[in-house]
Protein backbone atom coordinates (compact mmCIF):
# COMPACT_ATOMS: atom_id res chain seq x y z
CA UNK A 1 0.00 0.00 0.00
CA UNK A 2 2.74 2.38 0.96
CA UNK A 3 5.91 2.44 -1.51
CA UNK A 4 9.53 4.02 -0.56
CA UNK A 5 11.57 4.72 -3.35
CA UNK A 6 15.82 5.78 -1.92
CA UNK A 7 18.40 7.48 -3.52
CA UNK A 8 21.39 8.89 -2.53
CA UNK A 9 23.78 6.07 -1.52
CA UNK A 10 27.40 6.31 -2.44
CA UNK A 11 31.17 5.80 -1.57
CA UNK A 12 32.65 8.71 0.66
CA UNK A 13 36.15 8.86 2.07
CA UNK A 14 35.80 9.47 5.81
CA UNK A 15 34.90 12.83 7.50
CA UNK A 16 32.80 12.88 4.06
CA UNK A 17 28.83 13.79 3.93
CA UNK A 18 26.37 12.21 2.04
CA UNK A 19 22.70 13.02 2.19
CA UNK A 20 19.62 10.18 1.80
CA UNK A 21 16.34 10.70 0.50
CA UNK A 22 13.13 8.68 0.90
CA UNK A 23 9.73 10.04 -1.06
CA UNK A 24 6.63 7.81 0.03
CA UNK A 25 3.70 7.01 -2.16
CA UNK A 26 0.50 5.55 -2.20
CA UNK A 27 -2.23 5.01 0.86
CA UNK A 28 -0.52 6.90 3.14
CA UNK A 29 -1.28 8.01 6.91
CA UNK A 30 -1.52 12.24 7.85
CA UNK A 31 0.06 10.90 10.76
CA UNK A 32 3.03 9.28 10.65
CA UNK A 33 6.85 8.18 11.89
CA UNK A 34 9.38 7.32 8.65
CA UNK A 35 12.98 6.62 9.51
CA UNK A 36 15.81 5.30 8.24
CA UNK A 37 17.72 1.94 9.58
CA UNK A 38 20.71 0.56 9.06
CA UNK A 39 21.94 -3.12 8.49
CA UNK A 40 25.87 -3.73 8.18
CA UNK A 41 27.35 -7.41 7.50
CA UNK A 42 26.69 -10.07 9.89
CA UNK A 43 25.07 -7.54 12.29
CA UNK A 44 20.96 -6.57 12.92
CA UNK A 45 18.86 -4.06 11.34
CA UNK A 46 19.24 -0.85 13.82
CA UNK A 47 17.98 2.31 13.95
CA UNK A 48 19.55 5.53 13.35
CA UNK A 49 16.57 8.53 13.19
CA UNK A 50 13.02 8.76 12.91
CA UNK A 51 10.89 11.72 12.80
CA UNK A 52 7.42 12.43 12.94
CA UNK A 53 5.07 14.04 10.72
CA UNK A 54 4.96 17.33 13.26
CA UNK A 55 8.77 16.91 13.52
CA UNK A 56 9.38 15.25 16.81
CA UNK A 57 12.80 13.37 16.43
CA UNK A 58 15.18 10.57 17.88
CA UNK A 59 18.71 9.55 17.09
CA UNK A 60 20.48 6.91 17.62
CA UNK A 61 23.35 7.39 20.06
CA UNK A 62 26.25 6.75 17.67
CA UNK A 63 25.30 9.65 14.82
CA UNK A 64 23.57 12.05 17.35
CA UNK A 65 25.54 15.45 16.73
CA UNK A 66 26.42 14.17 13.14
CA UNK A 67 23.66 13.24 11.08
CA UNK A 68 19.89 15.04 11.13
CA UNK A 69 16.71 13.71 10.07
CA UNK A 70 14.00 15.90 8.11
CA UNK A 71 11.28 15.87 6.50
CA UNK A 72 9.11 17.52 3.37
CA UNK A 73 5.34 16.77 4.01
CA UNK A 74 4.23 18.06 0.83
CA UNK A 75 6.42 16.09 -0.59
CA UNK A 76 6.07 13.36 1.23
CA UNK A 77 9.63 12.58 1.65
CA UNK A 78 12.04 11.84 4.40
CA UNK A 79 15.92 12.95 4.37
CA UNK A 80 19.34 12.36 6.01
CA UNK A 81 22.05 14.29 6.34
CA UNK A 82 25.04 12.64 7.16
CA UNK A 83 28.16 13.93 8.17
CA UNK A 84 31.64 13.16 9.84
CA UNK A 85 31.01 9.78 8.35
CA UNK A 86 33.34 7.39 9.62
CA UNK A 87 33.82 3.75 8.30
CA UNK A 88 31.65 1.96 11.53
CA UNK A 89 28.67 3.67 9.17
CA UNK A 90 28.87 1.54 6.68
CA UNK A 91 25.74 -0.62 5.88
CA UNK A 92 22.91 -0.92 3.35
CA UNK A 93 20.61 2.29 4.89
CA UNK A 94 16.65 1.45 4.77
CA UNK A 95 13.86 3.79 4.65
CA UNK A 96 10.90 3.04 7.15
CA UNK A 97 6.90 4.02 7.47
CA UNK A 98 4.68 3.20 9.85
CA UNK A 99 1.84 4.61 11.59
CA UNK A 100 3.20 5.31 15.18
CA UNK A 101 5.95 5.66 17.26
CA UNK A 102 6.02 2.37 19.38
CA UNK A 103 2.83 0.64 18.25
CA UNK A 104 2.58 -2.36 15.80
CA UNK A 105 0.99 -2.15 12.61
CA UNK A 106 1.55 -1.95 8.67
CA UNK A 107 4.90 -0.80 7.95
CA UNK A 108 6.85 -0.85 4.98
CA UNK A 109 10.14 -1.15 3.94
CA UNK A 110 12.81 0.71 0.94
CA UNK A 111 14.96 -1.27 -1.13
CA UNK A 112 17.88 -0.60 0.71
CA UNK A 113 20.81 2.10 -0.26
CA UNK A 114 24.47 1.03 0.16
CA UNK A 115 26.45 3.95 1.66
CA UNK A 116 30.56 2.72 2.07
CA UNK A 117 32.75 5.03 4.15
CA UNK A 118 36.31 4.12 3.22
CA UNK A 119 39.42 5.41 1.94
Known amino acids: QVQLVESGGGLVQPGGSLRLSCAAS????????MGWYRQAPGKQRDLVAR???????NYADSVKGRFTISRDNAKNTVYLQMNSLKPEDTAVYYCNYKRFWNVKGDEYWGQGTQVTVSS
Open 26 to 33: GNLFSINV
Open 51 to 57: ISNSGIT
